[in-house]
């Protein structure tokens, strides 16, 4: 049973990982474990709740938020031994991998990623492709992750904006697409929407077609399981319906790439 | 089976029913006519009010993991109200809260034999329903009661006879002559998403969420944390509804959100459930401060 | 249980049902109340509620005791707040006492709070936040009309051909107000809107002026010397009901279109047409802060005045002088006398026929000498004259003007009361805190913008050991030794009604389903006002040569910054930002800047700027929008993070004693 009532959970740990996203490591107390891509409902006693996508799940729930907001930066105050609410896992999650998949991750999209490819990883895949934008390379998360993933996987990464250290590519995501190997895999694409618009737009033009694009969309969502209305994308709830959607499904709804 | 009882004994029967339930009725205060809470039968009126009672089984503010639940009856509820009920099942059923209470709950709706100013109930279904529990009809000298639970039929009521069913299907063709049925065949099809009238609406709406709060289907709620997490009706005409954190918002403009509550009610709701999300109460267009009116904007959908 | 009562937040005076339990409110139904909200509500009146059942509300007096406060028992409160009043009136005299009232509590409340200090305590220094919005209405309409007050009734807007919207945001300060204009817009009557803003009713507007700021007296002169010179006034009317109209031409004559437009920046086509079509219908002029806010508010007031006389725009159906009252109670706290200047029904203190009623009733001497303003009080306070001051719902640290003079004021009083329902922004400075009712737990009445006194009912139990308004000041008074022998707010109506000639006869039965509008004769209402005859007998032209604003730029403040109210928002917070839905609509302070300016300044949206005035200086974000023209800055003033109040222009009109809060001049730098 869904439901809107929190459950108690204990933050194992709390890793900074760059100056405004912090990694928060809780207690998995929930009936359930998730599937990559779906996310949890976080209360933050006194803030208020968010909807936070899982990273990771092996030792506990890892989540990896960026301070953006009230309950957010009231979130990044909180210490090993504090207590949070929380509840899920809610939505679709990512699709099933059958094959090469490409993921392409901008900014905080990559925690979502993350649970894709450490979860595929583990059940032996290794036909993927991360291709990772971020603002400037001290907003790069899970460097250490993203160096022994490329033991195993194709990564590339480039930052909108480098600095004096950075030698990798410099330009937004798009820059970084002619990395993709194979036009036939399915792309999950992860990030902010005008990320999301501009990638479609370019991996139709390199071909791809509309039924192999994932998107994960990002809406206010209060309830998680479709009552509370405020996902409303066309006639889906992002919460129940998505937050992965396929890209043919939804592209003729104005609200898409607002 | 269809029963009857004697107009004046349901203030009697009400304060048989107040013996051992909370019973929820139109009455009045001041000039105003208001869906509540009843302390006697004597309070009783059957009238429409303003409001429906959403928030007999749907509080307006309710704290979240406090919920109470117990047997209630609502009583002279109207048809498009109760029929709202059915809609809000398909949504808020998975809800534990709405769904204790909602088993918990008698509703005895009362027939519109007169159209009201703002409905147009007939376009969906009508002042009568198929589904219902106790429905009571005024034909006169007496309410014509049908009943599928007769658990709450008390020593008053009588069977009813062939003339007065007689009685109460011409009640039922005169409503249906002065309020003819709009043509709504295909809307959900023929609504359109850059319709012009959405920024038309939105050049004298005064976002006051009106149309949501009195709208016996919107359900949309807000939850906030305030001293315990609490969750409270919310309405898509306001900007937060959908503003997230960093101040991205993707109605960030009024016409997209009068879009959002046109097209959920007349397409997208029906997308997934095929029925409209609306039972043709027309309260949206009386609490309206502006008058923005959904009959006029049914009519207006093109081809 | 369910209560019929008034809506708490602005003068239109929304009548609602609430159905509560006694301690949460459950439900809020708009009344179907015809001629006033017709089954609606803004987003204040369904969702602003929830400030009265806040577990923040204050719930025992307390004293200041070190950095904090203690809590005591009334009985105490009620002894150190008589003693220490009583002390320092004998020390310094009755002058060194400053009251200030509320326009959020009830003609009860307001009543007693004025007779308290003129009774008690002998001063005159008792005023109210009228003094900051339409002072220069009751000036101005008084020495014109003959009466400070809305002339016609809400229900009377759908007789009118014609609304002129001068400085009032109406769909955003008076939503119903603004909605029932757009009705009638959309059934064919015609809007003229002067404002420096775009805002809602721009889109109904057939002639929108845009003004710069503090030119509202030219733009008014220069319609009215149009008129006259296009033949289209009133002259039988001015004839028979008016004088001083030879020195009004004298000066209006001054103002054809071309100098108009050169001050006020409008198009001199523009004002010619507004003053045409203005003349030529049945026309009600609506006016709010953009008017009153300015040290020329009186003047612009009479302006208006004068207009409707000229074209016998007033006194009948369809016409008339709208001033929107800000507060639920703004008008009926003026009416109670809540002034420094006025007693009860507008008598003025100097007025020694008038002074003598009360005399004759209170059984004393009463002070002849107008006492301090609202903003004059924090001066006094600063300059050591005014030792104690007792505030009754309001908070000026964050409404008034050089907030931080008020603070500096506040700590150099030697006694502070504040009487509230929260620890507000001010209450934290008092010496003793007072907890006091909401209107949620109060009997009493408010009397809306049109003049109607309606009533005020309890709909929930009344938190901690509360009490109401007007039985803490009884009660001080007793302590005081004068036998107020009020046993419920019905009681202190029965004074009123005695003694004031709006209210005379007024009792709660004859408003118990519906209010009605003052004058007030045996139950009876008055819709239109002024029919036969002003209530001054003749109408007076009041005119005025336009005097360029106490601020305006120069090379060092190069931007006019002003000020006003958002929708979601009240005032400075204190009830509205307890609500979360409200709160979430408008949750932080902005400047709104011109594209142009922002271009010009290297701003984007949401950048930290400093605004800076000769008056002091603040922070807040930028919203880029051309809702204002260029080289105009607005900015709400309801936020404590950004409170621009601090920055605010606080120069006065010399006879309404109102602060130009419209017209700062400002200049602006990242952060």
Sequence with gaps: ?258 | MIYKIKKDLLKKYIDGLLEKYEVWGPKKIGNDTVFSKLKSGEEFIDARTLLGPKESIYPIKEKIGEMESKEIIVMGIKSCDLRAYRMLDDVLGIDEFYSSRRRNVHFLNFVCTEPCEYGFCSTFFGPRLDEYEMQFTDIGEYYIVESKNDKLIGRDFENATEDDLKILESKMRDFYNKMPPMNIENLHKKISWDDPRYREFSKRCISCGACNFACPTCFCFDTYDDDGLYREWDSCILSGFTRMAGNVNPRNTLDLRLRQRFMHKLRYHYENFSYYLCTGCGRCIEVCPVRIDIRDFIRGVGP | MEVKTVCPYCGVGCNIIVVSDGNRVLNIIPSKYEAINYGTLCIKGWKGLNYTESKKRLKKPLLKKGDGFIEISWKEAIKIAANNLKEIMERYGPDALGFQSSAKCTNEDNYLMQKLARQVFKTNNIDHCARSCHASTIEGLISTIGSGAMTTSIRDIDNAELYFVIGSNTTEQHPIIGARIINNIISGKKLILADPRKIQLSNFSSIHMRHYPGTDLALLNTMANIIVEKGLYNKKFIEERTENFEEFLKVIEFYDADRGARITGVDPDLIEKAAIMYAKSRSIIFYAMGITQHTQGTENVQAIANLAMLTGNIGKSGTGIAPLRGHNNVQGASDMGALSDFLPGYRRVYDDQGRRIFEEAWKTDLPSKPGAALNEMFHLALEGKIKALYIMGENPIISEPENEKIIEAFKRLEFLIVQDIFMSETAEYASLVLPSYSFAEKIGTFTNTERRIQMVRPFLNPPGETRADWEIITMIAREMGYEWNYNSPEDVMIEISSLVPQYKGINYSCIENEGVQWPVNDCKGTEIMHTERFTRGKGRFMPAYWKRPSEFTTDEYPYILTTGRLYYQFHTGTMTRKSNILEREAPFPFAEVNPEDAKYLSLRDDDCIRIISKFGELTTRVRITDVVPKGIVFMPFHYHESPVNRITNPNIDPVARIPELKVTAVRIERC
Excluded at chain 1, 72 to 82: A, N, P, S, V
Excluded at chain 1, 232 to 242: F, H, P, S, W
């Design chain 1, 1 to 258: 049973m869904k439901s809107m009532v929190p459950v108690n959970t204990r933050i194992i740990d709390v890793f900074e990982e760059t100056n405004d996203v912090k990694s928060f490591l809780l207690e998995n107390n929930l009936d359930e474990d998730p599937l990559p891509g779906q996310f949890y409902e976080i209360y933050v006693r006194g803030a208020g709740e968010i909807p936070i996508s899982i990273a990771s799940w092996r030792d506990g729930l890892l989540f990896s938020v960026k301070r953006v907001g009230y309950v957010t930066e009231r979130l990044h105050g909180m210490k090993k031994g504090d207590i949070l609410g929380i509840r899920g896992p809610f939505g679709n999650g990512f699709p099933e991998h059958r094959r090469h998949t490409v993921l392409i991750a901008g900014g905080i999209g990559l925690p979502p990623a993350r649970s894709y490819i450490e979860y595929w990883l583990s059940k032996g895949s290794r036909n993927m492709q991360l291709l990772y934008g971020a603002r400037t390379p001290s907003d790069i998360v899970y460097r250490r992750i993203l160096q022994e993933w490329s033991n195993y996987i194709d990564v590339h990464i480039t930052v909108d904006k480098g600095d004096k250290e950075w030698k990798g590519n410099v330009g937004v995501v798009t820059t970084i697409f002619h990395r993709i190997k194979d036009r036939e895999s399915d792309f999950i694409i992860i990030g902010p929407e005008i990320m999301m618009k501009f990638s479609v737009m370019e991996l139709k033009k390199l071909g791809v077609s509309e039924d192999n694009i994932y998107l994960s969309m990002e809406r206010k969502m209060k309830c998680g399981f479709g009552i509370c209305g405020h996902c409303n994308i066309g006639r889906y709830y992002v919460c129940k319906d998505g937050p992965v959607f396929k890209y043919s499904l939804i592209k003729d709804i104005p609200e898409v790439f607002h």
